[in-house]
């Protein structure tokens, strides 16, 4: 099994196409997700006064639309990762680390459907 890993370049289509229904999927989430944010954000936006006053709710109003803000921008992130993964698959290029040319392990690419790297090279890239 590893000597077939260690000789396997890309994944065969078969492969890429599961990956490409699990990635499909979580992008549906994940525009659910942000639509959900952006929502939460209009619905604050027209409640948002800045104000001198110690009122507590003006505070958690505010927590609550900047936690919304970072929330929405980091799945809007996470969704022009999948969509890149989407390319690579197209590409055939999904699954291959982008610094060692080594396949990915599945369990990783399922874990982190659009990871570029293997946990050893992302481990050496943070040192």
């Known amino acids: 099994m590893m000597k077939e890993m ?3 370049k890309r994944y065969s289509d078969e492969e890429l196409e599961e990956f490409k229904s699990l990635i499909l999927e979580k992008l549906e989430k994940a525009k659910s997700t942000y639509d959900e944010y952006s ?3 209009k619905d ?3 409640n948002a006064v800045i104000s ?3 009122d507590p709710e003006d505070g958690q109003q505010n927590q609550a639309t900047e936690s919304a803000s970072i929330m929405a921008s980091r799945t809007e992130k996470y ?3 999948l969509e890149n993964a989407l390319i690579r698959i197209e590409n055939k290029t999904y699954g291959v680390d982008r ?3 080594e396949l ?3 369990e990783r690419l399922k874990a982190v459907p659009h990871a570029t790297l293997t946990v050893d090279s ?3 890239q943070n040192k």
């Open 104 to 106: 990915i392990p599945k």
């Open 39 to 41: 929502r939460q954000l």
């Open 79 to 81: 969704i022009k990762n």
């Open 6 to 8: 260690e000789t396997k």
């Open 52 to 54: 001198n006053t110690s």
């Open 99 to 101: 610094i060692t040319g």
């Open 122 to 124: 992302k481990n050496n």
């Open 44 to 46: 604050t936006d027209g």
